[in-house]
């Protein structure tokens, strides 16, 4: 195919929102217990049966290439967890409309898969580490892997890897004292970190606005020690706000629920069984597995994940910031209907 044959428009919503980028959940099961995400002792997991098979990811991901989506990131749970995860990427990465392929992972599997993954053709991964201290990371995630994760960010950088990044979910009383620990750390392994505010997305069961801290916060942090930080300037749908040191380090600022920005958000969030959702925040999703296995044409599964998108008027950070005025915002879903529909949990839709 020429590259003129390849390129093709993006569909676009009510608020002419592009479909451009898509999370792809390949499980649910994660290997550590964040307290911003799967703070609970036990989960309701997705059934196994429903899970969908490499060949059926790759079958919908062709489809939503079609209809503008050329960035795809694969999530969970924790991806490292999917069983020969190399062969799924392998078959991503030849796709010739998927032009960014990227995972977020926790790294602690990473020493042991970033090679073959790398050589499986995946562009680019970014690793979530809250922490520098072992037993803060173990209080954290109620695991003992810290050294894992970092081992693994190192293996990321040998095995030749450009464009990496760590994000750093920021808990007021929890890991605030250390974003600059964070920073000079991923300068020292040549990362770029994103500071992620702390949402009350579901499954954040124990969110509270007092234990965010703030994208102002941040800055404010940051100016009192390296001086004057300068935004980036630059024309992007990415999450991250990017700022400048006076040396010249760039590091972003994910500030979804004090300055959300589902004015220019193009993802949507594919789960490991095949519901897809229009937003983070979204209570229904679309089932697209259904269809798939019962035999729908492309052209209907085509039509339905259209029709869905051209419709769309989600904005969900944009709806949770005006609760706040009201002074009622709190945790998104009380427990029990994250049981009674485990979608519903940021760690099934993939963050
Ligand atoms: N297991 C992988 C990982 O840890 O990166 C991928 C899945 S995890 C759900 C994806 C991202 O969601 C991570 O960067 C995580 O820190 C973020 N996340 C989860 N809960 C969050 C919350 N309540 N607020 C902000 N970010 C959150």
Not at 5 to 24: K, Y
Not at 38 to 62: A, C, G, K, N, Q
Not at 194 to 204: C, H, N, P, T, W
Not at 305 to 329: F, H, N, P, Q, Y
């Amino acid at each position: 195919m020429s590259p003129a044959a390849l390129w093709l428009p993006s569909i676009t919503d009510t608020f002419a929102r592009p479909l451009r980028n898509l999370r792809v959940s390949v499980t649910d099961r994660c290997n550590l217990r964040c307290q911003y995400c799967m703070p609970e002792e036990e989960y309701v997991w997705l059934r196994r049966d429903d899970v969908l098979t490499f060949e059926e990811l790759r079958e919908l991901v062709d489809i939503f290439t079609e209809l503008g989506v050329d960035k795809v990131r694969l999530t969970g749970g924790e991806p490292l967890l999917r069983r020969d995860l190399p062969t799924l990427v392998r078959m991503l990465a030849q796709h010739p409309r998927v032009k960014d392929l990227a995972i977020t992972t926790n790294g602690v599997l990473l020493t042991d898969q970033a090679r073959a993954l790398y050589e499986a053709g995946l562009h680019r991964v970014t690793v979530s580490l809250d922490t520098l201290r072992p037993e803060r990371f173990q209080a954290l995630t109620r695991r003992d892997a810290h050294h894992k994760v970092l081992d693994g960010i190192d293996a990321v950088r040998h095995v030749g890897f450009q464009g990496t990044k760590i994000d750093t979910v920021v808990m007021r009383g929890t890991n605030e004292d250390e974003l600059v620990d964070l920073l000079e750390y991923g300068k020292r392994v040549g990362a770029e970190v994103r500071f992620i505010e702390y949402m009350d997305v579901g499954g954040a069961t124990q969110w509270s606005m007092a234990k965010v801290f703030s994208r102002a916060a941040m800055l404010e942090l940051f100016g009192q020690r390296y001086g004057r930080i300068e935004p980036v300037v630059e024309i992007s749908s990415a999450p991250a706000d990017r700022f400048v040191l006076p040396d010249g380090t760039v590091f972003g600022i994910i500030a979804s629920t004090t300055t959300p920005f589902c004015r220019t958000c193009d993802r949507s969030r594919l789960t490991a069984d095949g519901m897809w959702y229009l937003c983070l925040y979204a209570q229904k999703g679309i089932d697209l597995r259904t269809p798939l296995r019962e035999g729908a044409s492309r052209e209907d599964i085509k039509s339905l994940i259209a029709g869905s998108w051209t419709r769309r008027r989600d904005r969900g950070a944009e709806a949770r910031k005006e609760l706040e005025a009201l002074g009622v915002r709190a945790p998104l879903i009380q427990i029990e209907g994250l049981r009674e529909d485990p979608h519903l949990e940021m760690h099934t839709r993939g963050g």
